[in-house]
């Protein structure tokens, strides 16, 4: 199948363009490279280079006519999102619009959505898919609210899809600088002899899942799970401090952490539960913590050589 990855240059979507190649399939990449790389993608693959918002993204779907559109471009800080929610919601609400109208135009077969659980919130203990979603940043409200219009273009005009909400997403190719994910931003702390920033006590929780296995749920996506939202986690919470504890045996490191205010829609608990992905998607996370870490740091150190 010729599937259409947006965000395919970046750290989810390059690994679910891996996983579409593996099983055969065609992946074409529209990515507008300001978070993604080249270097992350097969070179047989087509790539675009485009601004989702640009008239560009509808040429390329007219152009490739792709069976299916698996959409990760976002913009994806937390951060960013309350520094500046207009510019988060022009790429994460109106991107996702703007394709989902391509998609119904061009009879694109089926829409995949990366979203997150930051559309929960203050979830107390575990998030099933029924849990309201109460986001407590910007980021997190674009993402509910894209969910809302995916599923309106499902029940006005039948436009088939499936939304995934993944946890903490963790793994090679994830960016350490800036809004990195916390495991290579204290990955590479460690490996330099710095000391790594906690935000908050340490004791927030987070539900931790390896990126291919997140691949595995896209590719998983293309056959089952239509017009369901599903919950892409392992069901369990580390906390930050356990999380670094398990780093610094690996690293052999004894650097203490750095603890500083915590920040501004930072969810506190996050462990989401993965019943529906187990029985709809036939998915279940095959890569524990310590392997994925273990991967991670392999990766990490491969690319230091
Ligand atoms: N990493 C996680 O833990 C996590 C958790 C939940 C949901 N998600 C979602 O998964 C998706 C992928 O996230 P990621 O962690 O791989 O981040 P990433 O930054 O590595 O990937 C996003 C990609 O989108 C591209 N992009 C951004 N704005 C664009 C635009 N306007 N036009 C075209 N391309 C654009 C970037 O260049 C980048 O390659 C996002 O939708 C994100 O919200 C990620």
Known sequence: MKVLVTGGAGFIG????????????TPIVLDDFSGGRTSNIPK??????????SKKTEKIIKKEQPDMVIHLAAQVSVAKSLEDPAEDAAINVLGTIKLLGYCLKYNVKKFIFS????????????ASEDFPASPLSFYGTSKS?????IRLYHELFGLPYTILRYANVYGPRQRSDGEGGVINIFIEKLLNGEQPCIYGDGTQTRDFVYVEDVAQANVAAMVYGDNQTINIGTNTQTSINELLTHLSVLLD???????????????????????????????????????????TIESFLKERE
Not at 14 to 25: E, P, W, Y
Not at 145 to 149: A, L, R
Not at 255 to 265: C, I, V
């Open 14 to 25: 390059s690994h679910v363009v891996n996983a579409l190649v593996l099983q055969g399939h």
């Open 44 to 53: 047989e693959v087509r790539i675009y280079p485009a601004d989702l918002l």
């Open 115 to 126: 979203s997150s659980s930051a559309v929960y919130g203050h979830a107390e203990g575990e």
């Open 145 to 149: 609210v894209s969910e809302s219009y």
């Open 253 to 295: 490191s004894s650097k203490p952490p750095l603890y500083l205010p915590k920040r501004d829609g930072d969810i506190l608990h996050s462990q989401l539960t993965n019943l529906k992905a187990k029985q709809l998607l036939h998915w279940e996370p095959a890569v524990d913590l310590p392997a994925g870490l273990t991967k």
